[in-house]
């Protein structure tokens, strides 16, 4: 049975050259060959670690994050615990980036709300200089009825 050091060695490697899946399958088959032991609790922050690599498009951050929270609530999961918590923070705030980044809309070139708003405005006063004038030339009427 392959130690500890081995598998992550193992692991790692696949990871390095891309092969998440495969490496996944390694830690996997580690926890499941010895449940028993404490490495066995610290093989899910390892998975963990893989999913929410940027380079892994095997998985997603909703998963590595699910992944993080289990090894968090583990009992025996202490060795990267640390560590488990600023990679979940990390990866909820790129989570939340990414869904901020679809939903504001790209602005090329002049703002054209700052430029409506303008326009608005220079309309708006050449209305109320019209209805102004209107307004004048009714009181001048209404005080002279006769004329």
């Known amino acids: 049975m392959p130690t500890y050091a081995s598998t992550l060695a193992a692991a790692q490697k696949r990871a390095d050259s891309g092969d998440y899946a495969g490496a996944d399958r390694i830690l996997a088959d580690f926890a499941l060959r010895a449940p028993n032991k404490a490495e066995a609790q610290e ?3 390892w998975r963990a670690l893989f999913m929410v690599d940027p380079a892994n498009r095997s998985s997603s951050l909703e998963e590595g994050i699910r992944a ?3 090894y968090l ?3 025996g999961a202490a060795k990267y615990r640390p560590q488990a918590l600023v990679l979940k923070r990390t ?3 790129v989570q939340t ?3 901020a980044s679809q939903v504001i809309p790209k602005v090329n070139g002049r703002d054209t709300v700052f430029v409506n708003r303008e326009d608005e405005i220079v309309a708006l006063r050449d ?7 209107e307004l004048e030339r009714i009181k001048r ?3 002279n009825p006769g004329r």
């Not at 209305?127 to 004038?133: D, E, G, M, R, T």
């Open 141 to 143: 009427r209404l005080a």
């Open 91 to 93: 990866a909820q705030t």
């Open 127 to 133: 209305q109320l200089a019209k209805a102004n004038a």
């Open 97 to 99: 980036l990414r869904q």
């Open 43 to 45: 093989i899910s922050f």
């Open 68 to 70: 993080l929270d289990i």
């Open 73 to 75: 609530k583990s009992q």
